[in-house]
T-cell receptor, first 112, second 112 residues
Framework: GQQVMQIPQYQHVQEGEDFTTYCNSSTTLSNIQWYKQRPGGHPVFLIQLVKSGEVKKQKRLTFQFGEAKKNSSLHITATQTTDVGTYFCAVAGGTSYGKLTFGQGTILTVHP | DVKVTQSSRYLVKRTGEKVFLECVQDMDHENMFWYRQDPGLGLRLIYFSYDVKMKEKGDIPEGYSVSREKKERFSLILESASTNQTSMYLC???????????FGSGTRLTVV
């Protein structure tokens, strides 16, 4: 099935610093989704990107889909302690059933 | 507020027991999914269903089965629980096609 590599695995930042996580695929993706999982919680859907070169913003979060649709990034500007958690990308498995394959996730720690 | 409800937050079972994990969604979603989440391994798809009585194996179906008799309910069955099935189990649902998932709160299963 579809596979995606997510880096880094861990990221420790001071509050106020920026943070970026990346997802890379060897094949062209139809779309990519991003999720956030707070410690002790469950993944929560953030956004879906579909178009080549697409950029979407949600407050301090900026999501990008590469021109070749083989990579994506999530950037957080001026991190806050509320940003802690694991960020996952997820890609469709190529069927119409909506089956997703998740990246390994990036665990973000924010030091106050 | 839309919901995916998993019947138990924590569960402890003995090796060899038959275990039922229940998931109910109130969003009239066609697709339902069972994932397990383990440290370092991310989220791995066990089974999914795209319609009542329809099911497909995911990436790690061995030792599991599922049942979907009604659209809103998707059950995961561990036929004979083993210690290597100790994990966090997450149920999710989505509309037909490629849409964001809504996850339940998860069931942390311990097999002793």
């Amino acid at each position: 099935g579809q596979q995606v590599m997510q880096i880094p695995q861990y990221q420790h930042v001071q509050e106020g610093e920026d943070f970026t996580t990346y997802c890379n695929s060897s094949t062209t993706l139809s779309n990519i989704q991003w999720y956030k999982q707070r410690p002790g919680g469950h993944p929560v859907f953030l956004i879906q990107l579909v178009k080549s070169g697409e950029v979407k913003k949600q407050k301090r979060l900026t999501f990008q889909f590469g021109e070749a649709k083989k990579n994506s990034s999530l950037h957080i500007t001026a991190t806050q302690t509320t940003d802690v958690g694991t960020y996952f990308c997820a890609v469709a498995g190529g069927t119409s059933y909506g089956k997703l394959t998740f990246g390994q996730g990036t665990i973000l720690t924010v030091h106050p | 507020d839309v919901k995916v409800t998993q019947s138990s937050r924590y569960l402890v079972k003995r090796t060899g027991e038959k275990v039922f994990l229940e998931c109910v969604q109130d969003m009239d979603h066609e697709n339902m999914f069972w994932y397990r989440q383990d440290p370092g391994l991310g989220l791995r798809l066990i089974y999914f269903s795209y319609d009542v009585k329809m099911k497909e194996k995911g990436d790690i179906p061995e030792g599991y089965s599922v049942s979907r008799e009604k659209k809103e309910r998707f059950s995961l069955i561990l036929e004979s629980a083993s210690t290597n099935q100790t994990s966090m189990y997450l149920c999710a649902s989505s509309f037909e096609g490629i849409y964001g998932y809504t996850f339940g709160s998860g069931t942390r299963l311990t097999v002793v």
